[in-house]
């Protein structure tokens, strides 16, 4: 069965990074893109971006250009998501999610989530 | 950048119909995707491409989508189905192509 598992909670001090990971198992890695998506506590899904597994294309939502880098070891079948200058308004879970496409593009499998909370 | 509109809440009794609407620009020309989020939970996809349904979700969830309006509706609706829900579209009517979520409804069953 498809399974995405992702890293343990994170505490993290403003200005710094965070590298979130999600290892993907019972299909393909390669064939699929791998969304990335945060929810702040009480609030609604924000999706960040997209990453293709074979080659490495990415797509950034404009509010994160030039804050999130989107990578993967295809060896290990996982996705990373990195965020740098953390301040508190980035504390939320973060989710990676598969992305199938038919007339658009969804995500049809996503981890269980990761906390990272920004504080000093 | 595109904007998806929900309405914060719906309130329907059990076995009663549920439709939570989501509005966009001429959305009746993009594909839409419907997620339910239970607390502490991942998103669940519902509903993707307008109206078709993955595998193991109940027919009481179907949807449609003409116009500005996007429609979820959960037919014959249980206590179980309380939850979020969140309507989804890509954009790529701008430079900046992105995946665009709606504001979200809660459900509650009375």
């Known amino acids: 069965q498809v399974q995405l598992v992702q890293s343990g909670a994170e505490v993290k001090k403003p200005g710094a990074s965070v590298k979130v990971s999600c290892k993907a198992s019972?299909?393909?890695?390669?064939?699929?893109?791998i969304n990335w998506v945060r929810q702040a506590t009480g609030q609604g899904l924000e999706w960040m971006g997209w990453?293709?597994?074979?080659?490495?294309?990415?797509g950034y939502a404009q509010k994160f250009q030039g804050r999130v880098t989107m990578t993967r070891n295809t060896s290990i079948s996982t996705a990373y998501m990195e965020l740098s200058s953390l301040r508190s308004e980035d504390t939320a879970v973060y989710y990676c999610?598969?992305?199938?496409?038919?007339?658009?593009?969804?995500?049809?499998?996503w981890g269980q989530g990761t906390l990272v909370t920004v504080s000093s | 950048s595109y904007v998806l509109t929900q309405p914060p809440s719906v309130s329907v009794a059990p076995g009663q119909t549920a439709r939570i609407t989501c509005g966009g620009n001429n959305i009746g020309s993009k594909s839409v995707h419907w997620y339910q989020q239970k607390p502490g939970q991942a998103p669940v996809l519902v509903v993707y491409d307008d109206s078709d349904r993955p595998s193991g979700i109940p027919e009481r969830f179907s949807g449609s989508n003409s116009g500005n309006t996007a429609t979820l509706t959960i037919s014959r609706v249980e206590a179980g189905d309380e939850a979020d829900y969140y309507c989804q579209v890509w954009d790529s009517s701008s430079a900046h192509r992105e995946n665009v979520f709606g504001t979200g409804t809660k459900v509650t069953v009375l």
């Open positions: 990453m293709n597994p074979n080659s490495g294309n990415t």
């Open positions: 019972g299909y393909t890695f390669t064939s699929y893109d």
């Open positions: 999610a598969r992305a199938d496409y038919g007339s658009g593009s969804y995500s049809d499998y």
